[in-house]
Structure formats: structure tokens, C-alpha cells
């Protein structure tokens, strides 16, 4: 099994009025193509700072961090735009839909980053996959928010990236949604891409292949 | 999908913001056309004032010269051409010329079309003793001009007709003579036709008679002693030129001239010509007055109002990228590079540009009556405003592009 995502003794601190908060502290984690990997722990215990160090959104003070055999932190910002844009794939608790685009071109702003020629179709075959088609016109405040989640991972998917960085994805879902994404993610997986998923909901730890737990920035076994 | 649908899209969405960074583009670019428009109406309304101030002054100057020229020509001809062997001592001693000329010279004279005379008159005059008045006279024969400009050019001195006198002041009052009146002269019988006022000169012991029947009473058939001119274009050492000039065509003559006569007629009609050029000269400088005062205001306005705008546009789009701060998170996070969210900005400040210029090319023609439409204007601000647009945009774009997308997503 292919490695797609790697994380070496990442270490991620903050500075704060108040004292030093340590919000990763010397995380190890290996995901292999194919597998779902779910992070789950209490608030504040450094899930999003880990998942934004593996989306290549934020640079840990140590440690390093390989994508698809690549250290993206060791290129330029502007190279690690594309390269975000190339590998991975994000889905977010608040969506983060753009409200004046309707569905297709909420979709399509993932080809801003990566133009392709068969954006436009990718997107249509998405918005279908994800029982959208009759909505592609619509702007998300007409949307129900489980069609929101289901654009905000069109999106994540019009680039085929191999890694699909999930943070809470479900936390603003019913129970019949929530399962939808939660297939979806096992489905990208299945596919031959790797998933990492931070989470409060115990059921998406059931879904996933290996279920860890995060305290004090540190990672340990479910 | 690509960064201007996203500029457009995201235009029609928030059509308030823009449309008040639109309205600012039209209140700068309005305000520099109006003002533009203004000083180039105040040019074109200068030359149409200058214009018909010349045509005007011109007017007036042709009355004035024809007032001129009626006064002055009371001052009586300025030039007389004499036969080249008149001896100017005899003709001061005596006051007549006693060398004699052909009466066709005159003629001669008109024919050639000379210009540096007008107003030819052929004379033969002679001091006379008057046998039955007992008094000396001068006689004075005159057919009238010989006219250089057809018939139409009006005389100075009407001709004498045949059987008619016309007398000077002091014979008509010593003689008791008055219009009408039947007196001899020399033999002959003349019925007194026009009595002249009192001149202070020879004229007012001057009788004056038809020409031929002065040849024929002094024996002097087919000849003249001077013709009387007035030389007509009163530059300085005129004299020379119509020496040089007569020379060529009556080689046998000479010309005097009556000094004071014409200094008198050159220097009026130079004094109104220079009151003619200085009048609009006056009105040339009170509209160059009035155009500084406008340029001026002008200098001051436009440059406040563009700043004023700009300052605006930069307060708007600072306002735009603080509300649109999770969008730029999360396309940042898809991969979008910073020098495209930078676009994304600045690309929606010059179509506010383009706009804003359109708009505020027709307001600032509407404005100013009579503007008329200045392409190389119009295409000078299609080109600055949105640059000055996007220069105003450019801090808070660049503010945009370098937002970190980890910090936004994780406050959002």
C-alpha cells in the first residue's frame, strides 16, 4: 500500500498571552492509499492544528510532513498553493461554500486553482453523483445543509486529489446526512484515496478503518 | 469557471458596494471631464468673443477710417507733382508753378493704377491781376479728379463747370459776392457757384474756374502747371515711394509734399489702428485673467476630488476583503495562489474603473453645455481611472492575497 500521507514527529505550538499552548506534540502518522484514517478527541486537543499541518495550511514548528512522497513544506508558498490544489482535497464543518456562486460554479472554483479542460464535466458528473443535479443552479442559502456539505465535497473531489482532509464534516448534520458523507469519504477511500477525518461523532470512527485518539496534541490509539 | 466570472458574479452580488465605488469613479472622472470641458469651452468662447470683437473693431474702424479720411480730407491734397524744371524757390516766391506740363500726364497718371497716391487733380494755376475788381488774384482752373477708380470713387474737390466761379472767402466778403451772382473776369462772364469759408490760406484769395477756360483765358491750351494728389497709405517715408513710383511713369516731373498735411492724415489713422489693437488686446487679457482663475480652481478641485475618491475605493475594498475574508480562506486552501486573489480585487476595481469612467464621461460632457465628446479624453481616463482604481484597491488586495487561510479557517 502506497504511502499518501506521512507525519514525522510533527510538533505545532502556539504563543499565547497566557503561555506556550501545545497543540500538536511530536504526532507520527502514516496513511496508506485506500485507507480512512478518523482522528477523534475533545475540543482543544489539537485535531484541526494537525489537520491543518497535513493540509499544508500551516507549517509545524518540527517534524515533517510528506504528501505522495513530497515534503510540500519545503517549497514556496505559492508552490504549496498548487500543490494543495494538486493532492488534497478539504471538507469543513462550516462548508465554506461561496454565497454568490450557485452550486456548479461553487464546484468549479477548485479548477481556479487547477484549470482543466473537463473541469466543467468532472463537476456536472459530481453534482449528479452527489444527487445535486436538479440544485446546480442554486446559490447555497437555498440549499439545505446537508446539499451544502454535499457541494463542499464536490468541490474537495473536482481535482482528484489523492487526500481528502475532512474536519468535523458531519458536526453540522442530521443523522441521514451525516451517513451520506460519511459513505462518500469511505467511497474516495475505497477509490484508492486516503482520508483523514477529524471528528466528535463516534459513528464516523465506526466507518473508518483505523479510529485514533487526540489528548494534549498527542495522538495515541482509539 | 476563472477569475473574472468570479469578479462579475461577485459584482452583480454586492451591488451596493459597487455601485458606490462606481459612483465615486464618476464623481473623480466627472469632475476632471467638467472641468476639462469648462476650459476648453472658455477657449472656444474666447475666440468666438475674440472674433467678433475683431469683426467689430474691424467695423468700426472702417467708419472711423471713413471718418478719418473726411476730416482729413479737409486738410486738402498732401502731394503735388510739378514739371522737373519748376524751380521750387520761384513756385515759394511766387505761388504758382511756372513751368508747364501736358494735361494728358494726369491722365496718364490714373491709367497706371499707381498706389502710392489717390485722388488726382490737374491744375493750372496762375496769379492774376482781376481788371475789373482792381485785385490780385489766384486763378485757379480745375476739371475735376481724374478718377483712378472708376466713377464711383467719390471727389474731394467737385469740378468747376464751364461759366461757373467759385470763390474764397475774402473775395466773396470783399466783393460782396454771393451764390447766383453774375461777375466778369478777365473778359469773361462767370455766374458765381460756391462761396468756400475761410481757409487761412492762398485758397481764400483763390478763384477757381473750369479748366479749359483757364487754358483759354491765360493762352495755356492743352496744358497743366501741377496735379494735386493725396498719397493714400500714410506709412512712414512714404515720400520716397511715390517719388520713386511717379518717377517711373512721368519721368519729367517732380513731386513735392504738403508736410504737415500728411503727418496730420498718417498719424490719425496709425492712432486708430493702435486704439483698434489695443482694444482687443484688452479683451485678450481679461479672458487669459478668467481662464487662469478657472485653471486654477480647476488645479485645486479636480486633484482633492480624485484624492477624496481614491481614499473612498480604498475604504471599500477594504471593507470587501474584510467580508469576503472566509472566501479568500477557503480558496486559498483549494490551492488559489495569492497573486490570483490579487487579481481578484484589483480586477474588480478597474471594472468599477471602466464604469465609474463611462459614466463619468457622459455626466461631465452633460454637465457643461455645449462640451463636445474628446476621444483622446475620453481614452485617457478609460485608461487612468481604472489604474487609479486599482492603485487605490491595491493596499487592501494585497492585505487579501497575504491572509493566511489556516488562521481564517480556523476563526470562521
Known amino acids: ?222 | 469557471m476563472n477569475i473574472g466570472r468570479l469578479i462579475i458574479r461577485e459584482i452583480l452580488f454586492r451591488k451596493l458596494s459597487f455601485a458606490l465605488g462606481v459612483l465615486s469613479v464618476l464623481a473623480a472622472v466627472g469632475c476632471l471631464v467638467g472641468a476639462l470641458a469648462s476650459l476648453r469651452n472658455h477657449d472656444r468662447r474666447t475666440e468666438q468673443i475674440i472674433a467678433a470683437k475683431q469683426a467689430e473693431t474691424q467695423e468700426k474702424m472702417e467708419l472711423l477710417a471713413d471718418d478719418y479720411r473726411r476730416i482729413t480730407l479737409k486738410l486738402g491734397f498732401n502731394v503735388l507733382i510739378l514739371p522737373k524744371d519748376q524751380k521750387l524757390s520761384d513756385l515759394y516766391a511766387d505761388d504758382y508753378a511756372s513751368k508747364y506740363m501736358p494735361e494728358e500726364y494726369a491722365t496718364r497718371l490714373a491709367k497706371s493704377r499707381v498706389a502710392t497716391i489717390n485722388h488726382i487733380l490737374p491744375s493750372l494755376q496762375q496769379k492774376v491781376k482781376w481788371p475789373e475788381t482792381g485785385r490780385t488774384i489766384l486763378l485757379m482752373g480745375v476739371r475735376g479728379e481724374v478718377y483712378m477708380r472708376g466713377a464711383g470713387q467719390k471727389p474731394m474737390l467737385e469740378p468747376v463747370q464751364a461759366g461757373k466761379i467759385v470763390l474764397g472767402s475774402e473775395l466773396h466778403q470783399s466783393l460782396k459776392l454771393k451764390v447766383g451772382d453774375k461777375t466778369r473776369l478777365m473778359g469773361h462772364e462767370f455766374t458765381v457757384a460756391k462761396l468756400n469759408d475761410e481757409r487761412g490760406t492762398k485758397d481764400d484769395i483763390t478763384a477757381w474756374i473750369n479748366l479749359a477756360e483757364a487754358q483759354a483765358m491765360l493762352g495755356k491750351a492743352g496744358q497743366i502747371n501741377g496735379i494735386l494728389a493725396l498719397d493714400c497709405t500714410c506709412a512712414d517715408a512714404r515720400l520716397p515711394l511715390i517719388r520713386a513710383e511717379i518717377e517711373k511713369i512721368l519721368p519729367d516731373t517732380q513731386v513735392i509734399e504738403f508736410a504737415s498735411q500728411a503727418i496730420a492724415r498718417a498719424e490719425t489713422r496709425n492712432r486708430a489702428s493702435a486704439e483698434a489693437v489695443a482694444t482687443i488686446e484688452r479683451e485678450k487679457q481679461g479672458r487669459a485673467r478668467l481662464r487662469s482663475e478657472r485653471e486654477a480652481f480647476a488645479a485645486v478641485l479636480v486633484p482633492l476630488v480624485v484624492l477624496g475618491c481614491a481614499v473612498w475605493i480604498g475604504f471599500l475594498a477594504l471593507a470587501n476583503v474584510r467580508e469576503r475574508r472566509g472566501e479568500i480562506g477557503v480558496l486559498r486552501a483549494l490551492g488559489v495562489r495569492a497573486r490570483q486573489i490579487l487579481w481578484l480585487f484589483l480586477g474588480r476595481a478597474m471594472v468599477m474603473g471602466v464604469v465609474g469612467t463611462c459614466l463619468g464621461y457622459a455626466s461631465g460632457q452633460a454637465a457643461i453645455a455645449g462640451a463636445e465628446f474628446n476621444a483622446p479624453l475620453l481614452a485617457a481616463v478609460l485608461v487612468g481611472a481604472p489604474l487609479l482604481a486599482a492603485l487605490a484597491s491595491w493596499v487592501p488586495a494585497l492585505l487579501a492575497a497575504q491572509q493566511d487561510p489556516a488562521d481564517i479557517l480556523r476563526q470562521e
Open chain 1, 1 to 222: 500500500m502506497d504511502t499518501i500521507l506521512e507525519l514525522r514527529d510533527v510538533q505545532k505550538h502556539f504563543r499565547r498571552p497566557d503561555g506556550v499552548v501545545r497543540a500538536v506534540e511530536g504526532v507520527s502518522l502514516r496513511i496508506g492509499a485506500g485507507e480512512f484514517v478518523a482522528v477523534q478527541g475533545p475540543s482543544g486537543s489539537g485535531k484541526t492544528t494537525l489537520l491543518m499541518a497535513a493540509g499544508v495550511l500551516m507549517q509545524p514548528d518540527s517534524g515533517a510532513v510528506v504528501i505522495a512522497g513530497e515534503e510540500p513544506y519545503k517549497l514556496s508558498s505559492e508552490q504549496r498553493a498548487g500543490f494543495r490544489a494538486a493532492h488534497i482535497g478539504f471538507v469543513f464543518q462550516q462548508f465554506h461554500l461561496v454565497h454568490y456562486l450557485n452550486v456548479l460554479d461553487n464546484v468549479l472554483t477548485a479548477a481556479l486553482a487547477l484549470p482543466a479542460a473537463d473541469a466543467k464535466e468532472r463537476a456536472h458528473e459530481l453534482i449528479k453523483r452527489f444527487g445535486l443535479a436538479n440544485r446546480a443552479g442554486h446559490v447555497p442559502s437555498e440549499l439545505s445543509t446537508g446539499e451544502r456539505q454535499r457541494v463542499a465535497l464536490a468541490r474537495a473531489l473536482l481535482n482528484r486529489p489523492k487526500l481528502l482532509l475532512a474536519d468535523e464534516p458531519t458536526g453540522n448534520l442530521d443523522e441521514e446526512n451525516g451517513r451520506l458523507v460519511l459513505d462518500c469519504l469511505a467511497g474516495f477511500a475505497k477509490e484508492g484515496g486516503a482520508v483523514l477525518l477529524v471528528t466528535h461523532d463516534p459513528k464516523a470512527a465506526q466507518v473508518s478503518h483505523r479510529a485514533l485518539r487526540m489528548e494534549n496534541g498527542r495522538l495515541a490509539a482509539s
